[in-house]
């Protein structure tokens, strides 16, 4: 969406990448859809939701690792466990969206039923299965989860290393925006999509090297110059400053001028921007006023769903309210933006023979995503 690059020094961890861009066949080859789904969507943590749909036991929430299902349900101790959302007996979806189960998971279809710790303990007329039916071997399948700072991420992979060590001192970075005592607002659960490959989504929201030609709005409110990007080996972070100087346009003017850092945040976090993109397709949006959380996932190859969150606090005052709706507004006329930016680029990389050119140190996320991609697909792909 957003997000550019000054690079910056950053200590320890901070990563370069080859400067070598994608093959343009990697985002346009349907072929390579079920490699990316198993290199990379069922060995990396995705983005589940917010703890705020999981308020106490019996709360579940459902999710997709790229295409597979997944349910995620707090326990009688008030522990998280996730699941493949998905009945052992004849492959019903068990749960969908958001809400409340009545003391244990139950099958729409025949009525299977499963405690939150996945035991299967219910089957109407069992006796009926004579000797085929062994409870013990059919709880439901389980799943990885972790919260990081409010964030539930599952994770398909059993050996997967935990995302809280994966990404060091994102927590720490987070932490100040109270991300776990926000509330939900506005959602959507990728809903029109983008008409790219979601690689192509990606790449486009951690560069800002487009800003200046493509977003003449987000121009007049950030400060390019000072737009800074910081590259670790699992995350990106982003600081976009605010200028000084108000904007000529009203809804940026009057955005800058109401905006008041939330409960947490200090004056320092008042006029900035900031961005977090872990790999591969999680990114967080940190304003002064709110949290947006995107999940960046596949839909065939040249189409990406982008699952969406808007998070704030519960007692907004009615002036933060409008700092919130100017902030989705600005936002939104930057997304059509980035759609239409995306979309040419998916039907220029149809190009027979072409190559992608050089990449600016203004693009060094891009290149580091590029080599983290590369590197997961290796097994796939030749080279590319
Ligand atoms: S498919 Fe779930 S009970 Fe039959
Ligand atoms: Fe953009």
Not at 279 to 300: A, E, K, R
């Amino acid at each position: 969406m957003t997000a550019a690059t000054t690079p910056t020094a950053s200590g320890g961890g901070a990563r370069a990448g080859t400067g070598a861009a994608l093959l343009p066949s990697l985002y346009t080859d349907p072929a390579l859809m079920p490699a990316e789904q198993e290199l990379i969507f069922e060995r990396t943590w995705q983005l589940a939701g917010h703890v705020s749909a999981l308020p106490r036991a019996g709360s579940y929430t459902t999710a997709r690792a790229g295409s597979q299902p997944v349910l995620v349900v707090r326990d009688g101790d008030e522990r998280l466990r996730a699941y493949r959302n998905v009945c052992r007996h004849r492959g019903s979806r068990l749960l969908s969206g958001s809400g409340q189960c009545k003391g244990a998971i139950r099958c729409r279809y025949h009525g299977w039923t499963y405690r939150f710790d996945g035991t299967l303990i219910g089957v109407p007329e069992a006796l009926a299965f004579g000797e085929r039916l062994d409870k013990s071997t059919l709880g439901l399948l389980p799943v990885r989860v972790e919260e990081l700072c409010g964030l539930v991420f599952v994770n398909l992979d059993p050996d997967a290393t935990p995302l809280a060590e994966l990404v060091g001192d994102l927590p720490e970075r987070l932490a100040r925006y109270r991300i776990e005592a926000l509330e939900p607002f506005a959602q959507s659960d990728g809903g029109d999509g983008q008409p790219a490959n979601w690689k192509i989504v990606v790449e486009n929201y951690i560069e800002g090297y487009h800003i200046p030609i493509a977003h003449p709005g987000l121009m007049r409110m950030l400060d390019y110059k000072r737009y800074a990007v910081d590259v670790r080996e699992h995350y990106v972070w982003f600081e976009a400053p605010l200028r000084a100087k108000p904007s000529a346009n009203r809804l940026e003017r009057g955005y800058a001028r109401l905006v008041e850092p939330m409960p947490g945040l200090g004056e320092e976090d008042r006029r900035v921007w900031r961005y977090a993109f872990i790999y591969p397709n999680t990114t967080i949006d940190l304003y002064p006023d709110q949290v947006n959380t995107w999940q960046i996932l596949p839909h065939g190859i040249g189409r990406t769903d982008d699952v969406f969150g808007s998070y704030r606090p519960a007692d907004s005052s009615p002036r933060t309210r409008l700092v919130q709706w100017l902030n989705q507004r600005l936002n939104t006329l930057v997304l059509d933006e980035d759609v239409d930016l995306v979309d040419n680029v998916q039907q220029g990389l149809q190009t027979r023979g072409y190559v992608c050119g050089p990449l600016s140190r203004r693009e060094q996320a891009v290149a580091w995503f590029a080599d983290r991609i590369r590197a997961d697909l290796a097994p796939a792909v030749a080279s590319g």
